[in-house]
């Protein structure tokens, strides 16, 4: 599939996703479209680099145009972990681009009033060193799920989905007809 006519089918879940037509999603919204753009894997898209844009603008809606400019990340490419390495658990070694240089990573320090200062804030306006960044990286693909899986061992895994109210309904039901058919029990 071409790059255009995958960001013709983004396009079309984009306006699936925005019921009200409104031209943005805000950010419920913008978490069930990027998990549909994951699970398709047809476009790269780089969620911490959109979450950090989301913040520095103090955004609570996002257009397409923006997601366009924001999935790939500030570099035109996505910050994966190579996949070549791994340990005997399955688990991959190597370290994010995002954690490999401690002068580039960015946090996100808000502005206290100098008499209610606390000593949290105190320690978390520091900047990290290189020794406080991690060597090993045992993160997962961050991101965000959609059902609750079960899994005991020796068993299949069980899905459970997210809640459904199955509970029974009481109230009197009204024609939109005429009130001689409203059914009463």
């Not at 031209?23 to 990027?34: E, N, S, T, W």
């Not at 998990?35 to 969620?47: L, R």
């Not at 658990?89 to 502005?111: H, I, Q, T, Y």
């Amino acid at each position: 599939m071409s790059q255009a006519e995958a960001w013709f089918v983004i396009n079309r879940l984009f306006k699936v996703v925005d019921k009200q037509r409104r031209g943005y999603l805000d950010l419920d919204q913008l978490v069930d479209f990027v998990a549909e753009v994951k699970k398709m894997d047809i476009v790269a898209v780089d969620e911490a680099f959109i979450v950090q844009r989301l913040q520095d603008s103090e955004a609570e809606q996002i257009t397409l145009e923006q997601f366009k400019d924001w999935s790939c990340g500030p570099d035109g490419f996505v910050d994966e972990v190579e996949h070549d390495t791994k340990d005997p658990f399955g688990n991959s070694s190597l370290v994010p681009k995002r954690f490999v240089d401690a002068e580039v990573f960015r946090s996100n320090v808000k502005v206290q009033h100098p008499c209610y200062t606390t000593t949290g804030h105190d320690i978390g306006i520091k900047r990290p060193s290189q020794v406080d960044m991690p060597v090993k990286w045992r993160g997962k693909e961050g991101v965000f799920t959609t059902d609750f899986v079960m899994s005991e061992p020796g068993k299949m895994a069980v899905t459970i989905n997210n809640y459904t109210n199955r509970g029974l309904r009481t109230n009197k039901t009204y024609s939109k007809v005429h009130k001689e058919f409203d059914i009463d029990f």
